[in-house]
């Protein structure tokens, strides 16, 4: 069964900081990665995609990928307070190229 | 980005009733379509894959008489939870495959269903 995996959290840090989420995926062929933002009672929005190995900046996020240790990371630079939210991470994975979901990592970003 | 509308967003039921969700994609066609359930503090966990013209697929342990689902055509798909029971409240997510960069996945608001 192909799993993502990441810590619950909470993560805390301080305003301004960074923030690093880390997601593992354990099916190796997986090709495609998505970090999604959901605040409570919302729907998931999408923040950035990653397909190659290296970094992906788009204005305060970063997505990391390692295919090689199967590893998806997201830094968020300048962490703001509402930024406070949880985080999925996803691989593209299944047979009908649906998405599968970590449990998610809720970050909270104190002023 | 590519836009995809649920309505309704929330709903209450009675107990034994059915109830529509429908999940369109605005500016994008979209043959395949994808509902999820998500449960108070848990993941995202997906129900079936609808593909436009044909029967849904549905995940191992949803009920197809239950949750029917119809995706007639290429910008609407609804899901429809007949027999509602209270086990069945849930916050009910449809997200939509665009044909943009890596066929991204694009999600609606999602719909509150409350079963009384």
């Known amino acids: 069964q192909k799993e993502v995996e990441q810590n619950s959290g909470p993560l805390s840090v301080p305003e301004g900081a960074i923030a690093s989420l880390n997601c593992t995926y354990s099916?190796?062929?997986?090709?495609?990665f998505f970090w999604y933002r959901q605040y409570s009672g919302k729907s998931p929005e999408l923040i950035m995609f990653?397909?190659?190995?290296g970094d992906k900046e788009d204005g305060r996020f970063t997505a990391q990928l390692n295919k090689a240790s199967q590893y998806v990371s997201l830094l968020i630079r300048d962490s703001q307070p509402s930024d406070s939210a949880t985080y999925l991470c996803?691989?593209?994975?299944?047979?009908?190229?649906?998405?599968?979901f970590g449990k998610g990592t809720k970050l909270s970003v104190k002023p | 980005g590519a836009v995809v509308s649920q309505h309704p967003s929330r709903v209450i039921c009675k107990s034994g009733t059915s109830v529509k969700i429908e999940c369109r994609s605005l500016?994008?066609?979209?043959?395949?379509m994808f509902w999820y359930r998500q449960f108070p503090k848990q993941s995202l966990m997906l129900m079936a894959t609808?593909?436009?013209?044909?029967?849904?697929?549905?995940e191992q342990g949803v009920e197809k008489d239950k949750f029917l689902i119809n995706h007639a055509s290429l910008t609407l798909s609804t899901l429809t939870v007949t027999s509602a029971h209270p086990e069945d409240s849930s916050f009910y997510i449809c997200?939509?495959?665009?044909?943009?960069?890596?066929?991204?996945?694009?999600f609606g608001e999602g719909s509150w269903l409350t079963v009384v």
């Open positions: 997200s939509a495959r665009s044909g943009g960069p890596g066929n991204t996945i694009y």
């Open positions: 099916d190796r062929g997986s090709q495609s």
């Open positions: 990653i397909y190659s190995n």
């Open positions: 996803a691989v593209k994975g299944g047979s009908q190229g649906n998405l599968i």
């Open positions: 500016d994008f066609q979209a043959t395949t």
């Open positions: 609808s593909n436009e013209g044909s029967k849904a697929t549905y």
